[in-house]
């Protein structure tokens, strides 16, 4: 297990093995702030919001985390293109499991490394990801583009001879 310091700039979702309590002793390890989700997916979701509170304790090597999350993503309408918010509320738990270096791995269960450092960014990135709607609409009844001059037709449509 590595000791080297924290550093300055390790972000907010990260938790050190060592600073969490195990179960039996009681308490948890919070975590909890804002993720930038530009940094999430790219500058194209800038203006979206992603707060999140977790609460972490071990049962021995494993890492129980329970997670709220709270956002407000803008994403791209399939029809018009728009780009529109979604918003959503999460609450999920999910065990982390160690990953010995050339052991077995667990698809159904998140892991952490030798270094015993928790990441939960990778795993609340999915969370939202796999939330968000598939086929997104900025309103049921979108009208979509006009096919000549693919201006919308949500907003008074075009001048288009029809
Ligand atoms: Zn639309
Ligand atoms: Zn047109």
């Known amino acids: 297990m590595s000791d080297r310091p924290i550093e300055s700039d390790v972000p907010l979702y990260r ?18 702030g804002e993720i930038l989700a530009s940094k999430l997916w790219g500058e194209e979701f800038s203006g979206s919001e992603v707060f999140f509170s977790a609460g972490l304790f071990r049962q021995g090597t494993d890492v129980l985390v329970r997670s709220e999350i709270r956002y407000k993503v803008n994403i791209e309408c399939v029809r018009c293109l728009a780009i529109f918010p979604v918003s959503g509320e999460l609450t999920e738990r999910s065990l982390f499991i160690h990953r010995k270096k050339g052991g077995p791995t667990y698809p159904e269960n998140e ?52």
């Open 111 to 162: 892991q952490y490394e030798n270094d015993g450092w928790i990441d939960l960014f990778p795993w609340i990135r999915e969370l939202i990801l796999v939330s968000l709607p598939e086929y997104p609409l900025c309103r049921e009844d979108c009208l979509g583009l006009c096919e000549v001059c693919r201006k919308s037709l949500n907003d008074g449509g075009c001048i288009c001879p029809s």
């Open 15 to 32: 938790a050190h093995l060592d600073q969490i309590p195990d179960e039996r002793k009681g308490g948890e390890l919070t975590l909890s």
